[in-house]
């Protein structure tokens, strides 16, 4: 059975920083691509940015670019999300999902974790 | 990155057919097949319903079924059942080499 665990989501202040960890069990995380996606209070998803299998390939929406970085240590089978200069329209749930392919366009999100809450606020 | 459209709401009785749409553009769904559709229970994580426009995973109900034509994708229920209340979010792959998300459509079952 596949899971995904999220973690390291608080309360943290407007232009800090925070680090989300993604850990995943039950298949072979070094074979396929992963996502994060987020959702603020009350609304819906939101993209956020999606890693390669190997790490090689990234990208970002343009609300984080600069911002976030995604990277995995295929080694720990985790996937991990670091949020700088994080804004109040930051705040929201963070999932971390499995896409189906390696690397490159397309795919999709087959499953997902339970998410962990990010707050941004002063 | 402009969200998908989709309707806010849509209700049916149950045992009756309804039809969400999705409405993108020529950079994403009019361009690509890979439109998938996801079932959000509230408080829950999203559920991977129907991918590549029409393909239901192993395990999903016959029920749910995917369509495109041109700029828009549909997610049609049929049978409704009371545990299909729910958000439902389309998604599509875009020519950025990003994904964009609906804005989501909450399932009504009166």
């Known amino acids: 059975q596949m899971h995904l665990v999220e973690s390291g989501g608080g309360v943290v202040q407007p232009g800090r920083s925070l680090r989300l960890s993604c850990v995943a069990s039950g298949f072979t995380f070094r074979t396929y691509g992963m996502h994060w996606v987020r959702q603020a209070p009350g609304k819906g998803l939101e993209w956020v940015a999606v890693i390669s299998n190997d790490g090689s390939y990234k990208t970002y929406a343009d609300s984080v670019k600069g911002r976030f970085t995604i990277s995995r240590d295929n080694s720990e089978n985790t996937l991990f999300l670091q949020m700088n200069s994080l804004r109040d329209e930051d705040t929201a749930v963070y999932y971390c999902?499995?896409?189906?392919?390696?690397?490159?366009?397309?795919?999709?999100?087959?499953?997902w974790g339970q998410g962990s809450l990010v707050t941004v606020s002063s | 990155q402009s969200a998908l459209t989709q309707p806010a709401s849509v209700s049916g009785s149950p045992g009756q057919s309804i039809t969400i749409s999705c409405s993108g553009s020529s950079s994403d769904i009019g361009v690509y097949n890979y439109v998938s559709w996801y079932q959000q229970h509230p408080g829950k994580a999203p559920k991977l319903m129907i991918y590549d426009v029409s393909y239901r995973p192993s395990g999903v109900s016959n029920r749910f079924s995917g369509s495109k034509s041109g700029n828009t994708a549909s997610l049609t229920i049929s049978g409704l059942q009371p545990e299909d209340e729910a958000d439902y979010f389309c998604?599509?792959?875009?020519?950025?080499?990003?994904?964009?998300f609906g804005g989501g459509t909450k399932v009504t079952v009166l």
């Open positions: 998604s599509s792959y875009t020519t950025s080499t990003t994904w964009v």
């Open positions: 999902a499995k896409t189906n392919i390696a690397a490159g366009g397309g795919g999709f999100l087959d499953h």
